[in-house]
């Protein structure tokens, strides 16, 4: 039973990490809690849509960097667990490779504070990273690959 239960939860944790569209895209859960809404009220970055397509929209609009900020808005690409991508916010840096971030719909539902992400690419761009998954405490083992960091404006 405890497996089934696992598998249960591991496929409901898939599932809602497809969220994080923010409106228009026509993918992912669109319930009271979702990523892009979420970065967009907290650092207030007018952008809209796929979480993923942040990067592209904040050309020209929003410097980019690939060196975390406190308030910067850490954008993840889209892949087949996150066909939106994702979007967190970096509450504090802890060193160059390791932040915390608060986001939304990580984990199904909920607003996360002050989770860990680190970077594990190998140039030390942040094109690759590890998110912490609360339901095991600890870090979770897929890496995700990221597009960088949106600074807002002021």
């Given at each position: 039973?405890?497996?089934?239960?696992g598998?249960?939860?591991?496929?409901?944790?898939?599932?809602s990490?497809?969220?994080?569209?923010?409106g228009?895209?026509g993918?992912?859960?669109h319930g009271?809690?979702?990523?892009?809404?979420?970065?967009?009220?907290?650092?207030?970055?007018?952008?809209?849509?796929?979480?993923?397509?942040?990067?592209?929209?904040?050309?020209?609009?929003?410097?980019?960097?690939?060196?975390?900020?406190?308030?910067?808005?850490l954008?993840?690409?889209?892949?087949?667990?996150?066909?939106?991508?994702?979007?967190?916010?970096?509450?504090?840096?802890?060193?160059?490779?390791?932040?915390?971030?608060d986001?939304?719909?990580w984990?199904?539902?909920?607003?996360?504070r002050?989770?860990?992400?680190?970077?594990?690419?190998?140039?030390?761009?942040?094109?690759?990273v590890?998110?912490?998954w609360?339901?095991i405490?600890?870090?979770?083992?897929t890496?995700?690959?990221?597009?960088?960091?949106?600074?807002?404006?002021?």
């Amino acid at each position: 039973m405890k497996g089934v239960l696992g598998r249960i939860a591991a496929v409901g944790g898939l599932l809602s990490l497809a969220a994080c569209a923010g409106g228009g895209s026509g993918h992912g859960w669109h319930g009271a809690v979702q990523c892009a809404p979420y970065a967009r009220q907290v650092t207030h970055v007018q952008l809209s849509g796929a979480a993923a397509s942040w990067w592209g929209q904040a050309q020209g609009h929003y410097p980019r960097t690939h060196a975390p900020r406190s308030g910067a808005v850490l954008v993840f690409r889209a892949t087949g667990r996150l066909p939106d991508g994702h979007v967190s916010v970096v509450r504090s840096v802890r060193s160059p490779r390791e932040v915390l971030v608060d986001q939304a719909n990580w984990v199904p539902g909920r607003i996360g504070r002050g989770e860990p992400v680190i970077d594990v690419s190998a140039r030390n761009d942040w094109s690759r990273v590890k998110v912490w998954w609360s339901p095991i405490h600890d870090m979770g083992k897929t890496v995700y690959p990221a597009y960088g960091f949106i600074l807002p404006a002021g």
